[in-house]
């Protein structure tokens, strides 16, 4: 490796602070841990991050695929029944940083049933919902509890963000966080809730317990839980309301999840070439490089807002996400950018237009480009696994979904986001290690829903400002 700025100083007196006290309260993100998340903190040392993750986001498929799949039942039969009794269904998941772009409407593979409404909304948006109507929710205020006393019926999904029953004792920062509008008033989604799903994101969202970096859970995986429910349940109502599905069965969203679980082993086995690639973004930070993402993934000239919040989201400013990881456009380049830096791009299919565009004007600042997606069918000419410096598959390659439904005319319910987030961290978790050997221990951010994590964000912002990683 080259000889580059190697500092150990990964938290700095700030940050060192910070860590002990919330340690001494009782009130970091590892005070308070249920069993699961007590499980390998600190073990299996020897293993690759990259596999780590791996395999606690396995757990996490593995705990929906079975403790959740008799809820998931329940929730598609009485979403079948309000469309057969012409009730409407309504959608209102605001977690994680994907949610907009992942559950969008014209989401490709999208079946349509569940139209998801942002957090911005007016609760006005809701009176009118009641007797006969459904809703999907993670966001639990009083407009929804209001909509199930008018008779909807309600399915609430338990996320890390906001307490529920489950949640242990002081961890979440509500108190710190009640002039947001987002974290005010939120109250227990069993409060709001006819039946409760469980997305199995632990607290912390981050899996990784990093020793080098004790205060804060390394790479999220908030998309893991969430968005799988989201397509399994889509996939139910479409079978039940286009496809003769029986009522109570389960059969198209454990093909979801199995499909997820096969591609997503695949990934795992590609280990040696997402390591090379990491080793890779070592080299370039040690030499002075920065790592940047692109952050339009997809065409849509009706949703600015939209386009914003795709992939790029879940590698900047995220919580457990690495502090180093900025926002850069062709349009930025001589501004920001230098040759020698790098730049990840992800996408829903491999030749979107001004996503090939944008990775020559990459290339061509002498930029190295990291393209993080699948390899997509059909796709002609140029694509970007042939432009990118370096590729990590997805292994999503169809346009669409990945379940056949009967009546319907396309194949719905994509993989193609919750693989992307699971490549991108592995590539991440990797890249931690290999940088931690090097000396150079990155910062991450704590997430803002927990204690003391404002705090902790706006040390570590300070710090990467001054250090450049």
């Not at 791009?345 to 944008?358: F, Q």
């Not at 993080?372 to 140029?382: D, I, L, N």
Request: glycine residues 10%; charged residues 20%; aromatic residues 8%.
């Amino acid at each position: 490796m080259s000889n580059g700025p190697r500092r150990r100083d990964f938290v700095g007196a700030s940050v060192g602070v910070a860590a002990s006290t919330l340690a001494a309260c009782g009130n970091g993100p590892h005070a308070a841990m249920g069993s699961a998340e007590k499980a390998g903190a600190g073990t299996n040392a020897s293993k690759p991050y990259g596999v780590q993750y791996y395999e606690k986001v396995n757990e996490i498929w593995n705990r929906i695929s079975s403790t959740e799949l008799p809820i998931l039942a329940q929730a598609a039969d009485q979403a079948a029944t309000c469309l057969k009794n012409s009730g409407k269904l309504y959608c209102q998941i605001v977690g994680g940083h994907m949610h907009l772009a992942e559950m969008r409407r014209d989401r490709p593979g999208n079946p349509g049933y569940l139209n998801n409404l942002s957090r911005n909304i007016k609760p006005e948006t809701f009176d009118s919902v009641g007797k006969g109507d459904f809703v999907l929710f993670d966001y639990p205020k009083e407009h929804i509890r209001k909509a199930r006393e008018r008779g909807a019926f309600t399915v609430g999904i338990r996320v890390p963000y906001h307490a529920n029953k489950t949640t242990p004792k002081g961890v979440l920062a509500m108190n710190e966080l009640a002039e947001n509008p987002v974290f005010s008033d939120v109250l227990l989604p069993e409060e709001c809730s006819s039946i409760i799903l469980t997305s199995h994101v632990p607290f912390t969202d981050g899996l990784l317990f990093i020793p080098e970096i004790p205060a804060v859970r390394g790479c999220g995986s908030s998309p893991q839980g969430t968005f799988n429910l989201f397509w399994m349940l889509s996939a139910e109502i479409a079978m039940r309301h286009k496809g003769g599905g029986a009522m109570g069965s389960t059969d198209k969203a454990q093909e979801f999840m199995q499909t997820v679980k096969e591609r997503g082993a695949r990934i795992r086995k590609n280990l040696d070439q997402i390591d090379s690639v990491a080793k890779a973004m070592v080299e370039y930070v040690s030499r002075g490089g920065r790592y940047w993402n692109y952050p339009l993934g997809y065409s849509d000239e009706n949703s600015a807002i939209e386009r914003w919040s795709i992939m790029v989201e879940e590698n900047t400013n995220r919580a457990s996400g690495l502090v180093m990881s900025k926002t850069l456009s062709p349009a930025d380049i001589s501004q920001k950018a230098k040759a020698g830096d790098f730049v990840f791009i992800a996408a829903e299919a491999s030749d979107v237009k001004e996503n090939i565009a944008a990775a020559h004007a990459f290339k061509n600042a002498g930029l190295k480009v990291i393209y993080v997606g699948p390899k997509t069918e059909g796709s002609t000419g140029e694509d970007l696994p042939k432009i990118a410096d370096w590729h990590i598959d997805t292994l999503s390659p169809e346009r669409d979904g990945v379940l056949k439904v009967p009546g319907m005319d396309k194949k719905v319910c994509p993989t193609t986001g919750v693989l992307y987030a699971l490549a991108q961290y592995m590539l991440n978790a990797q890249f931690i290690g290999h940088m931690i050997r090097a000396d150079m221990t990155p910062l991450l951010f704590m997430g803002l829903h927990l204690i003391g994590g404002r705090a902790y964000y706006n040390v570590v912002q300070k710090l990467f400002e001054t250090r450049g990683y």
